[in-house]
């Protein structure tokens, strides 16, 4: 594994690179760029990428502001700014085309890359992605998501925050849960609010369905892996059935942390289907 910093739009960014580490044909596998999400850093991702470079490089990076990624000037924590640094990433290695995985709001960042630039991504796998809440009936929008939004401007704007974690860590395992919430203590307020804003208002049918438009001769290319609690009208594979399913059994939101070696598993099983 090589640790590195690569220079972003707006600060630097810090990226582990795992070789591929299989014979020669595993070098011309394709290569996948890793995504975590709110709170996360690389280390979520230990298990798959030792599992991925049995056959492929495999490259996870921090986002802005989160592990040893510097944050931005302008407290831009936006898919569309994330996806800028994704970019920025793929552009310092080498990697015209990969295969982006992206976990939660993560899942947000690889969807806002793969909108803007189909021809770079070559397959897209979604683990445990937010809903669109923007595709919720009007009149339930209105009595969630802007009483949401207020209460992220008040003094109890973590309290907020920490519910909703609570209740995305239902099912998890000890040290998942211990993981998590050491993580969420840790984080500032500018990146858990910012992106929680980003969560309730990012149009991410829209985002999928540019990509599967550009990708219409192949639509298997757009998987998501699922934690069994995510089966909400608004969930993305219910939205739009095209998108490929599976479900991890037994496990919360982060489920690459409580079923790693199955995670990786399935990870593997779509990166080197034809």
């Known amino acids: 594994m090589h640790s590195r910093t690569v220079a972003g739009p707006a600060g630097a960014l810090h990226v582990v690179d795992h070789p591929a580490a299989g014979p020669a044909p595993s070098r011309e596998a394709l290569p996948a760029v890793l995504v975590h999400g709110m709170v996360g850093h690389t280390g979520f991702w230990d298990a798959p990428l030792a599992h991925l470079a049995g056959r492929r490089r495999a490259v996870a990076l921090d986002l802005r502001g989160h592990g040893a990624s510097e944050p931005p000037p302008d407290v831009d924590y936006s898919p569309s700014a994330c996806a800028a640094d994704v970019l920025a990433v793929l552009d310092a290695l080498g990697l015209p085309r990969v295969a982006l995985v992206g976990h939660s709001y993560g899942a947000l960042v690889v969807l806002a890359v793969a909108a803007a630039h189909p021809e770079r991504v070559a397959r897209l796998v979604l683990a445990d992605p937010p809903g669109d809440f923007t595709q919720l009936p009007a009149e339930i929008y209105a009595q969630q998501i802007p009483p949401y939004l207020a209460a992220l401007e008040t003094d109890g704007w973590r309290d907020a925050v920490a519910r909703q974690f609570d209740q995305a860590l239902a099912g998890s395992t000890p040290a998942t849960r211990e993981t998590v919430l050491a993580r969420l203590a840790a984080t500032p307020r500018d990146r858990l609010v910012g992106m929680s804003r980003s969560i309730a208002r ?5 985002a999928l369905d540019r990509y599967l438009a550009a990708s219409s001769s192949s639509p298997a290319r757009a998987h ?19 998108l490929a399913t599976a479900v991890l059994p037994e496990t919360s939101h982060w489920l690459m942390l409580d079923a790693p070696a199955p995670f990786a598993e399935q990870l593997e099983a779509w990166l080197s289907a034809g």
């Open 224 to 242: 998501a892996l699922l934690a069994p609690a995510n089966a909400w009208p608004f969930s993305l594979h219910v939205l739009r059935p095209a």
């Open 202 to 206: 990012f149009e991410a049918v829209g």
